[in-house]
Structure formats: structure tokens, C-alpha cells
């Protein structure tokens, strides 16, 4: 099983950056993917962005493309996503998630970004 747990969540002007950290325990030898999502009130959660944990390959949803960064680093269980340009749509709870290669995931308790106008 995995534990994770979100930081950096918060409140920002639009326009301005924020940095989201999730910190990772456990099994981890079994996960092969880590990411975050976001979940906006009344709409489904979707993906903001990925990364491998084998290979430097990463993959983000459409509207974060250019202006969100995920990071990892191994040695330190943990994975970052660097947000710049911060939009009031990007306004949602973040949830960091570990997937295992059988397909299992794990979730984080969720962190709250809001982003003013």
C-alpha cells in the first residue's frame, strides 16, 4: 500500500505560480506511474499530469500544457507540480495518485488551490 500526502495547496491571484509537493510511503517499488489530478466543484476529476517513475516521460491534460511542470525525485518519495500562470478554471482540489502495474491506485487526501480574478 501507498500513503501520500499533498502540500503547498493554497490561495493565489490569477496569473501568479504555485507549487504543489506530494510526499510518498510505502511500497513504493510497486509503482510505475505518479500524477496529479484536480477536481473542481460539480465536474468530474481529471488529469493535470504524469509521470513515470522508470523513464523521464511525462503527459499533461490539454489545458495545462505549457504553464504546469511535474517533477520527481526518486530518492526522496516525492513529486512536485510546479504551477505558473494560474488561471480562476484552475480552481479545484488536487489529489496526487500512485498507480502500481497491476493497475492499483493510491490517493492523497487532496489539497485546495484557489485562484482569484
Known amino acids: 500500500q501507498v500513503h501520500l500526502v499533498e502540500s503547498g495547496g493554497g490561495l493565489v491571484q490569477a496569473g501568479g505560480p504555485l507549487r504543489l509537493s506530494c510526499a510518498a510511503s510505502g511500497s513504493m517499488f510497486r509503482v510505475v506511474v505518479m500524477g496529479w489530478y484536480r477536481q473542481a466543484p460539480g465536474k468530474q476529476r481529471e488529469l493535470v499530469a504524469l509521470i513515470s517513475t522508470a523513464a523521464p516521460s511525462t503527459a499533461s491534460g490539454d489545458s495545462m500544457k505549457g504553464r504546469f511542470t511535474i517533477s520527481r525525485d526518486n530518492a526522496k518519495n516525492t513529486v512536485d507540480l510546479q504551477m505558473n500562470s494560474l488561471r480562476p478554471e484552475d480552481t479545484a482540489v488536487y489529489y496526487c495518485?500512485?498507480?502500481?502495474?497491476?493497475?492499483?491506485?493510491?490517493w492523497g487526501q487532496g489539497t485546495q488551490v484557489t485562484v482569484s480574478s
Open positions: 495518485n500512485a498507480r502500481t502495474r497491476s493497475g492499483a491506485d493510491s
